[in-house]
């Protein structure tokens, strides 16, 4: 059965955007990058809230256009229009670039969706992370924390009514000292019927 991993950039205290949804902060040289790439070309698929989604759709889809473009950066744009993209939004009407979009997670068809064939689904987003954790559906955590501390922003997780259990599968410290933290989930909660998204 495929796995749906949370993954995310965040800052030593915990937050993945600034208090102004800043996030220059993020240290992605080469050597990240590339990591990212190696990554993400392994997913079956990219699973995001429309705000994430937004976000992607106006950089990704021409950024390797020019002759001076990184070749760490050519490479991901090809990867990110090509791979299969669901965004959960009730108000998007309209998503290019091998997008689906899908109104509420139901907690049903998602474990029918992880029991398709293909690679393992990559989730990121706030509000889309709360859904997910809520119902017991995150199976897998990559978390890069970065060598800063914001002080203010949005953290990644919200708070939560128990906690989730986890185990330590890997841990990598980049050149950069970026420091991946991988973690897989221990058990399973109970699922519900459906979720309301944060992100509109």
Known sequence: MRKIVLMSSVSLDGFFEGPGRELDWNLVDEELHRHFNEVVRGMGGLLSGRVTHELMAEFWPTADAGPDVEPAIAEFAEIWRNIPKTVFSRTLEHADWNTTIVRDVVPEEIMALKETPGGDLCMSGHDLAATFLHYGLVDEFRVYVHPVILGRGRPLFAPA???????????HTFGNGVVLLRYEREERGEQGASAKVGER
């Open 161 to 171: 009514d128990a906690p989730t259990p986890l185990r330590l599968a890997e841990t």
